[in-house]
């Protein structure tokens, strides 16, 4: 518990506060204090506690840089953001908030806001990262950002340069425009209602290539690890083959992605110009060596005049710096620094063109309107199509958690707008009745966080009735009961609501031999049917099953209900019942 | 700071108390914020979601092997590929266009199916699907040189040769004047109406103009000439001659004709003979024996309300003649045929007419009485 | 860095800060909603019915040979468009436009008759005049084929078409008809609303005349209507009061309703019927043009049951003249 230096914090008994500490003494009262508690404890688990913070502070504290907390940190994040990961699971979950870092995610917030006029429940938590990048820049980046994490250990761990070369691949390349181009493009068709900053947004990204590719593969090489039956995702191998082109990017340009396509960083960017305190390079004493650019993280040309935008604060240029020419300072002098970011007028307007251009010709497909997909089955609880565009940032936590596996990321079912979105894929699993879990997590209320009464129609939310997800049609040319003298109707038997929406009348039929059977042959009643598909599930013409759900009947828009009546269960029961 | 582990080496040792601090203050909220985030997982509202893995395991053993106790997988691939055969039968989205001189497309061809007929003849559809309705292809075309005069081209393609035929003939007006290029045809006031294969073709124009018209009638020909035939299940359409029919009375009857059950996929036309009008049905039974089937359920029907007189021979046919209300019914069967005069006020009339077109015998229905 | 500087950059951080603070708390959404279940709200249309003195007749009913004629006979018997046209007034005559049909099928409004009632109510001092449908097929084409456009063009009538923007959610207590999408922009400026309609046979509802004329002021799925289309007929006479209704009975869609497509479909009555009642107008124009049993047209029953017209024509203060 000593410290072999007068310079560290810890203070040793007697020892008199310095003068530089004075305005610290909060902190240095409380590890004092801290070490006190410890001194004077007996076997007891709080002050083992204690004892174990004492020693942090007292020991590692002694030796600790910045940028060693910086690391702390990024690791401390790294394993939250991972942990949550793995815990977004029915069995985990308890109260743990899953999306958390999503919800700080200032993009999310932002381009929500943009898009719905709305900051949807915890989103407002992105306030919280957005004062203090308005006080110190882009410290998000290189400090909470697990995306960057991976990505900054990937350049540790396989980018084997020399200190020249580390020098050279560190400096400021146009190549970072490209990022600001990306953003502008995302935030000008937020404006016209079409949400596409998930793609490429680190935080949706990596929980995207986690959900779908990820925790299925590392499931696939280790069973039972992640997941009690297997779980498979339509495209995985192209969202997995994204996170590896990223990571694998670090190589030939350390920090790729962070530097050149991240649209969060390059919000964070655009936000740092604000920024009060930077990193400041003094002249007078830099000799030019160049060595501050070793371990830059952001290529901000902390040699001249630091770019801003560029910087992601993670403190090594200070580390690196052999004559203390930089220094972290409050408000230094402007003509050493580029506060914007760099991005020419010319390109800001190539963005915009390209952000209007993409939204016009995503829409214009019709999609998600005239020519909506029958496949485009929602989760229960999404708003309407249009809405839906406007929130989801296809992070696909939905898809993390669903503990059927049904919902699956799209590919271009939804247009192109609707890419990695998610929908119900009844071959892979079926809509759980007692299960809104996709909507607990989503982040941005795409699946609104409604309960289990009112997604089921229950209790005080009888009369407005159940959502409705799809309807289930048959096939009678591949039903057995219907074309192939086969008893069967599990799909009858499965059908969870009450009353049954699945019905059966028994018929006689004549067989191909001439001889005759008593089959029962099933029936769908739409004013009762929600469309969650466990009978096309568990139908036994299991490649393309003779019941299928379509996307007909969903209750989230009054556009695409099926029934003219169909939010008045009471009322249509009895129609229904008088046409029988 | 040599004794820490570091591969680095640090230009800098002069760390101030400030970083110091602020480094400890960063990881005081760390741990803060890790305490709090356990705290808030730890407490929650169970109800929230079902919260037991078990409820949904529960569900997935319910259900599991249901369909497996109804047959072996082995049987199911069979009766799969089965399903598999009947591949729809949709037809690329052609454009619909004309040859003839004088008429230019005026905008796109469009397409309807059965989810979409609705949006072109809205409370119209019900009366095709009634009929199996497949697609609606529909065109419209200026009539070059006028004032804005249009001829308006719809193929309905239903599914069968026999529902094409039914909603032709149920559509059918009496006013309608035969046409010579196809059998199933008909020109009314300002338009063509045919049947060719399994379409229903409608050529509607703007005006009852001659020259539009003989327009129209080109179009109709080169339409129908492009439509494959087809006459599947149209057998018992060409049983009633065409000689003496009155223009429009085709017509047929899915079931239950004339109140029996027995009669069913019948087709009726009338005709002139002399001052009166008779009807006259036929049928084509897929075997002999069900032929004959029919024809014995039908008489015994007549016989039960009406009564039964002697038969006059007609070729070599089974003939009943019943008479029921004070009209006379002619009925007959000749090897698949089941045809014959109903309703009729005069007996010999009847009798001659069935004699003139069923009279002369015919060889192969033999060979099913021996068979 | 000088002191203005710093203020200036102080003031610039400390504003985007309180900025997004207040941004982020004025857009906070707190609660979550289900969707497609949240409160609807919309337009109730007014009533555009006009004053009625005691003496005045309910149901003009005119029978002839010309339908400018005969037209103008069954609202002379009225008492005459200035009943229900004052100078000045904004008038939406909606037409049945629903097919690009030609005229002489009778699928669609005859554009003389949009023709003499434009007429009218032009001499009767009308400022403007509105023609509106939302047609089943493509608006152009339905009103260029039925020849209203041509009408339009030649009286410098305002055709609407149903742009998307042109419709509002509707606000309905009807028998199933609550909230639809109401093609509600030309009643925006409309003082008097006149519904044109032929005499058609039905496939579904038997007869589309002046009642279910007004289908065309919906949007949205109106195939979905057909799950109930006795209901919703009946419903239409809640929702529009019009001034005046026109029941073209001079030639009349007989069979293969609603679009015909032969001559031989169309049968010549010589009648037109125009009436305050919708419901006394439809109930004469089913018996009389279309000849068939009243008993047997749901809708008109439910109406009548729900207070919304009379069915029986003949209680009602009718006039019958021969042109």
Known sequence: ?580 | MPQSVNKRDFYRTDISLVEKSMGGLIILILLILGIGLVYKGRSYDATLYTGDPEALESTRVAVEGKAATVRGAGDLRAYELAGAGQAAMTSAGKELVTTVAGLSPLGPTEVYNEETLFEKINGRAPAYFQFNFQELTSRSFLVDGTAGDFIDAYLFRMDSPINAFGIFSIERSEAGAALDFIADGYRSGMGYFMRQGTTYVQVITSSSDPAIMSLAESFSMELAAGLPEDNTGLEGRFLLPAEGQIPGSLTYISEDAYGQSALSGIFEAKYESGEQELTLFGMNAPTAEEASGTWEAVRDFYGKFGTLEEAPAIGDAEVFVAESFGQWNIILTSGQTVAGVVNANDRDLAVRFLQTHFGTAEGESEEEYIF | MNRRQFLRHMALTGTASAGAMAAGFYLWQREHFVPGFQEQSGITLPSFVAEKAASQADLGIAHGSDRFAVTRAAIDALGGIQRFIKKGDVVLLKPNVAFDRPPALAATTHPDSLRVIAQLVLEAGAKKIIVADNPINSPAGCFLKSGLQAVAGELDLELMYPEQSAFTNLELEGEILRHWPLFYRPFERADKVIGIAPCKDHNLCSASMTMKNWYGLLGGRRNQFHQHIHSIISDFALMVKPSLVVLDGMSVLISNGPTGGRLSDVKEMGTVVAGTDMVAVDSYGYTNLLERDIAGLDYLHKAHERGLGNMNWQETIWKEIRV
């Open chain 1, 1 to 580: 518990m000593s410290c072999g230096s007068g310079n560290c914090g810890c203070g040793g008994k007697g020892h008199q506060p310095e003068p530089e500490a004075g305005p610290e003494s909060p902190v240095t009262d409380y590890i004092k204090s801290a070490k006190n508690n410890s001194r004077g404890s007996v076997p007891d688990p709080r002050n083992a506690f204690a004892r174990a913070i004492g020693w942090f502070f007292s020991t590692i504290m002694a030796d600790m840089r910045i940028t060693r907390v910086r690391i702390i940190s990024q690791a401390f994040f790294f394993i939250l953001f991972l942990f949550f990961v793995v815990i977004t699971d029915l069995r985990y979950l308890k109260g743990y908030p899953v999306s958390l870092f999503l919800e700080v995610d200032p993009l999310v917030g932002v381009a929500t806001a943009i898009t719905t006029g709305t900051v949807y429940k915890a989103l407002i938590l992105g306030l919280i990262l957005l004062i203090p990048t308005l006080l110190l820049g882009r410290f998000f980046c290189n400090w909470i950002c697990p995306y960057g994490t991976l990505h900054q250990l990937t350049n540790f761990l396989f980018g084997s340069r020399d200190e020249q070369q580390r020098i050279e691949s560190n400096r400021f390349s146009n190549l970072q425009q490209l990022k600001y181009v990306i953003w502008l493009a995302m935030i000008v068709a937020a404006l016209f209602g079409s949400l596409q900053i998930g793609l490429l947004d680190p935080i949706c990204l990596f929980h995207r290539s986690m959900a779908t590719a990820i925790l299925p593969g590392i499931n696939l090489i280790f069973p039972d690890t992640f997941y009690v039956e297997q779980y498979f995702h339509v495209g995985a191998w192209l969202i997995g083959g994204i996170l590896l082109f990223f990571v694998g990017m670090n190589v030939i340009i350390p920090r790729f992605f962070c530097r050149a396509v991240c649209p969060l960083g390059a919000f964070l960017g655009v936000l740092s110009r604000f920024s009060v305190i930077r990193i400041e390079r003094d002249p007078n004493k830099c000799i030019d060596c160049d060595a501050c650019l070793k371990n830059c993280q952001g290529a901000s040309d902390p040699h001249t005049q630091l770019r801003k935008s560029e910087c992601f604060v993670c403190f090594e240029c200070i580390d690196d710096c052999p004559v203390d020419a930089i220094s972290f300072s409050f408000m230094p002098n402007k003509e050493h620094e580029v506060a914007g970011p760099p991005l020419p007028g010319r390109r800001a307007a190539l963005a915009s063109l390209l952000g209007v251009a993409g939204y016009a010709v995503a829409r214009a497909s019709g999609d998600s309107d005239a020519n909506f997909n029958k496949k485009v089955i929602r989760p229960p609880g999404s708003v309407a199509e249009e809405g839906f565009l406007e929130r989801c940032i296809k992070c696909d936590q939905c898809i993390r958690v669903c503990p059927t596996n049904v919902l699956q990321p799209t590919v271009m079912e939804a247009g192109l707008e609707g890419f990695w979105t998610p929908i119900l894929n009844m071959k892979v699993g079926y809509c759980e009745l007692n299960c809104t879990l996709c909507g607990q997590v989503c982040p941005t209320g795409a699946i609104q966080r409604i309960s289990i009464e009112e997604k089921n129609g229950r209790g005080q939310f009888a009369e407005q009735g159940p959502v409705k997800i799809g309807t289930a049609f048959y096939d009678h040319g591949r039903c057995l009961p219907w074309a192939m003298e086969t008893p069967c109707v599990v799909c009858e038997e499965v059908c969870p609501t009450s009353p049954k929406a699945i019905y059966s009348h028994e018929v006689t039929i004549r067989k191909r031999d001439g001889g005759s059977m008593t089959v029962r042959r099933p029936y769908v009643d739409p004013s009762l049917c929600i469309g969650c598909g466990i009978c096309e599930h568990e139908c036994p013409v299991k490649d393309h099953a003779a019941i299928r759900v379509t996307a007909i009947g969903e209750t989230r828009s009054t556009e695409r209900r099926l029934l003219m009546d169909g939010g008045d269960p009471s009322s249509l029961l009895d129609l229904v019942k008088k046409k029988r």
